[in-house]
T-cell receptor
Framework: DVKVTQSSRYLVKRTGEKVFLECVQD?????MFWYRQDPGLGLRLIYF???????EKGDIPEGYSVSREKKERFSLILESASTNQTSMYLC???????????FGPGTRLTVT | DAKTTQPTSMDCAEGRAANLPCNHS???????VYWYRQIHSQGPQYIIH???NNETNEMASLIITEDRKSSTLILPHATLRDTAVYYC?????????????FGKGTRLHILP
């Protein structure tokens, strides 16, 4: 079974803090994704990576950056957290079949 | 990408087969049908996908009509743990970002 783990299930941070969300997968998948999910807005793609050290912007990259130093690890960084970044953050990987994506359990981030 | 239409919610008795319909009347020849579900407070979970033929795996069966304008996801023996929002997606394979875009989905309630 594919396993995608995220560093925290729940996180509370203050405005202006730098926040790191980690995602680790154990299936040697090349593609990894970061989404956020908000009520009424659905799932929105922040960044994705199709190889080590490669990254591409998704639909809403502003305020975020990513790091992919190793194939199994994809980190999402909030440079200076703001209250509008309060959300559920979901990491995913995919097999060769593009829409067969495997999601982690999610990190519910609250920025106060 | 073709648009999908799903009922907002459905109920199913525990132990019975849950049949979740999806209309995708504008589907084109190279678009696949994918199903995901999301249990409350968890990340989305890939279930199954297909192009033309019916498909079955350990979780579910996917029945696609001959004209491909609609499909049905079947959970053969629903349990309380199958209570979730189920998303039907239609998408061409091969795009680089391959982001998931969920519609509103069907909220399935399994009744004891």
């Amino acid at each position: 079974d594919v396993k995608v783990t995220q560093s925290s299930r729940y996180l509370v941070k203050r405005t202006g803090e730098k926040v790191f969300l980690e995602c680790v997968q154990d299936m040697d998948h090349e593609n990894m994704f970061w989404y956020r999910q908000d009520p009424g807005l659905g799932l929105r793609l922040i960044y994705f990576s199709y190889d080590v050290k490669m990254k591409e912007k998704g639909d809403i990259p502003e305020g975020y950056s990513v790091s992919r130093e190793k194939k199994e690890r994809f980190s999402l960084i909030l440079e200076s957290a703001s209250t509008n970044q309060t959300s559920m953050y979901l990491c995913a990987t995919r097999t060769g079949s593009p829409y067969e994506q495997y999601f982690g359990p999610g990190t519910r981030l609250t920025v106060t | 990408d073709a648009k999908t239409t799903q009922p907002t919610s459905m109920d199913c008795a525990e132990g019975r087969a849950a049949n979740l319909p999806c209309n995708h009347s504008t589907i084109s020849g190279n678009e696949y049908v994918y199903w995901y579900r999301q249990i409350h407070s968890q990340g989305p979970q890939y279930i199954i996908h297909g192009l033309k033929n019916n498909e079955t795996n350990e979780m579910a069966s996917l029945i696609i009509t001959e004209d491909r304008k609609s499909s049905t996801l079947i959970l053969p023996h629903a349990t309380l743990r199958d209570t979730a929002v189920y998303y039907c997606i239609v998408r061409v394979e091969g795009n680089r970002d391959d982001k998931i875009i969920f519609g509103k989905g069907t909220r399935l309630h399994i009744l004891p």
